[in-house]
């Protein structure tokens, strides 16, 4: 059974920071690179972080580098991301899935609201 529940999210201060989580089955996270996504109102998602099976390999969208850092226990089959100097435009729903070939299943998601 594919699962993927996503926590963390929540309202913050620009400048501020969240660090969220995302629990997987482990028919969907062993052995697979994991990634986290996010969609804006009127947006398409898009995929900000990923991270390949073993940890030591990640990637970013650019507009996050440099203040988001995507990680993984595979002990626990959880990816999780911090994000720090948040921004308004970092406000989003966040979701996590494969990094490649994602799974046609979502989670519910997080919403992550920057505001002052």
């Known amino acids: 059974q594919v699962q993927l529940v996503e926590s963390g999210g929540g309202l913050v201060q620009p400048g501020g920071s969240l660090r969220l989580s995302c629990a997987a089955s482990?028919?969907?996270?062993?052995?697979?690179?994991m990634g986290w996504y996010r969609q804006a109102p009127g947006n398409e998602r898009e995929l900000v972080a990923g991270i390949f099976s073993g940890g030591g390999i990640t990637n970013y969208a650019d507009s996050v580098k440099g203040r988001f850092t995507i990680s993984r226990d595979n002990a626990k089959n959880t990816v999780y991301l911090q994000m720090t100097s948040l921004k308004p435009e970092d406000t989003a729903v966040y979701y996590c899935?494969?990094?490649?070939?994602?799974?046609?299943?979502w989670g519910q998601g997080t919403q992550v609201t920057v505001s002052s």
């Open positions: 899935n494969k990094r490649f070939s994602p799974s046609a299943y």
């Open positions: 482990r028919s969907i996270f062993s052995g697979n690179a």
